[in-house]
């Protein structure tokens, strides 16, 4: 018994010797586990930091495109209304920059803001707008009317905080009153609650002269205007076309070879007495206008590199992907009608 127990102790002693006793780690130990720590974080760190950076990049890029094509829609939306588009010639005429031999008014300002620098008309056209509900039949028995609306849309570059670095644009809009000779309504021989919009004054085409002619010849009325701009979207392309030459540009359908007259004319064309920050000389926001069948290809170029930073904003053809453009050709719809 005595033998049985003390063979048994020895087994156990000689087997509590062959387990290895484990201690701490040395300083060596985990500075080597620490550096090749850092030699696999680091570069799965910064894949991550990549991966990041190309989606918010992506996001930015479609955010752009997106909003492109919301404003295009917008636009002709509102082109198919259209009865008239002034060209460049015609813009001149109502902003005051055009020749005083082509224009009868060319020495005033017809749109707003007479004394901006910071912005030029690129769109402006008549067109002929829905009243919903206006005219009164019988009792409760609304009908509905139409009346004539100016609208000019501008490519805008200034120093706001309110929006971005980039250029945006803004739209304007005055419109005509509803007419009721019956009425005794504060404006007149209008319907109470649709007078016309301070400033307003409808073209006029009686007379010698064309179609042209009298539309270039439209002046406002004695009064002060009171719509301001709204604008539709920012992040436009603020490059101007001396800074990238050709960068991205404007090609106007062909016109008929001589001695047809040209059809298509460009918007805007180089005003520079009337902005100091050469907004006339950017691409990003411009139309081909073909007045004599009231038709208007619209460009427009986007701004994504705005989104991501302040500075370093004009285009290069290493980052194009981030400037995107698209275009639509729109007819107006409307019906001028002329005796």
């Known amino acids: ?11 156990q002693l000689n087997r509590s010797k062959r387990i290895k006793q484990v201690d701490g780690f040395t300083l060596i130990e985990l500075l080597v ?14 894949f991550m930091i990549n991966i990041l950076d190309t989606d918010r990049k992506e996001q930015a890029k479609a955010n752009s495109e997106q909003e492109i094509q919301a404003a295009l829609d917008y636009i002709a939306r509102d082109l198919q209304q259209a009865i008239y588009i002034y060209d460049a010639t015609g813009i001149g005429c109502l902003t005051g920059t055009a020749d005083t031999n082509t224009c009868p008014n060319a020495s005033t300002n017809q749109l707003p803001s007479p004394t901006a620098t910071d912005r030029v008309p690129v769109l402006v056209f008549w067109k002929r707008e829905l009243v919903s509900k206006a005219i009164t039949i019988t009792g409760t028995q609304k009908d509905d009317t139409f009346v004539y609306s100016l609208v000019a849309y501008y490519l805008i570059k200034d ?11 803004a739209r304007w809009q005055i419109r005509d009153g509803v007419a009721d000779p019956s009425s005794t309504a504060t404006c007149g021989k209008y319907i109470t609650g649709h007078c016309p919009d301070p400033g307003f004054a409808l073209f006029k085409l009686d007379g010698a002269g064309t179609i042209t002619q009298k539309m270039n010849a439209w002046t406002k009325a004695t009064a002060s205007y009171t719509a301001d701009t709204t604008v539709l979207v920012d992040f436009i392309d ?6 990238v030459p050709a960068a991205l540009p404007v ?13 298509w004319a460009q918007v805007p064309q ?7 920050r050469a907004t006339g000389k950017m691409t990003s926001f411009s139309a081909c206008i073909d007045k004599a069948n009231t038709t208007a290809q619209v460009f427009l170029r986007g701004n994504a590199l705005a989104r991501l930073q302040n500075d370093n904003l004009n285009y290069k053809d290493s980052s194009k992907t981030y400037f995107p453009n698209a275009n639509i050709r729109v007819q107006g719809r409307g019906y001028l009608f002329t005796k």
């Open 1 to 11: 018994m005595i033998r049985a127990l003390k063979f048994l102790l020895t087994k």
């Open 33 to 46: 586990g620490m550096i090749m720590a850092f030699l696999i974080i680091t570069p799965l760190l910064g």
């Open 159 to 169: 120093t706001s905080t309110t929006w971005s670095n980039a250029a945006r644009i």
């Open 238 to 243: 603020q490059t101007k076309n001396d800074d």
């Open 251 to 263: 090609t106007c359908p062909p016109n008929p070879p001589s001695p047809v007259l040209p059809i």
């Open 270 to 276: 180089e005003i520079t007495s009337f902005n100091t």
